[in-house]
């Protein structure tokens, strides 16, 4: 199996998949609102829709913990038409994975990272992933995602043993 090695997680090494969303974006200072007591940063990530009739979707995740020590990447999924983004609801640790591609992940592309919280990450329209994994506990996320219940919603490329990589650490905390 092929080793594939952990990157630091940053907004430069992640944007060509998605977004980094850890706080508030870059150069968006936002505006005062609730008496002055909260600061709101609006568009903070952007969500495509490129089916006019599918519906945004707010749904819940709730991931079981996994040992990321030899985890394998047999397979990737993606959005074709839909932004998807997910936000830890409470402290968490997980694997993100990433690929671009057409009807194909480009596996020369292949990126993994370990995101925790309080980062969250989205996936542009079409960017192959991997499905949510958790290290750790059990792990709650919002995910946001623009669906309507066809066989668009998410495409799954499984990997033949020779495609086949494993996750190559570090994963401390």
Known sequence: MIPL?????TREAYAPFGDLIDGPPPGNPGRLVNQGFVRRHDFASPLSNLRPHAELN???FRCKPRPPEGFVVDQLERHPDS???????????????VALG?????LSSLAAFVAASPQGVSYHPGIWHLPLVAFDQVTDF?????????????????FPEEERRIIAGPFSR
């Open 142 to 158: 919002a995910c946001l995602v623009y669906e309507d219940s066809s066989a668009r919603d998410c495409e799954v490329a499984l």
């Open 83 to 97: 932004t998807q983004l997910f936000l830890p609801l409470g402290p968490a640790r997980y694997l993100v994975v």
């Open 5 to 9: 090695p952990i990157l630091p997680l």
């Open 58 to 60: 707010f749904a819940f």
């Open 102 to 106: 057409g009807e194909r992940p480009d």
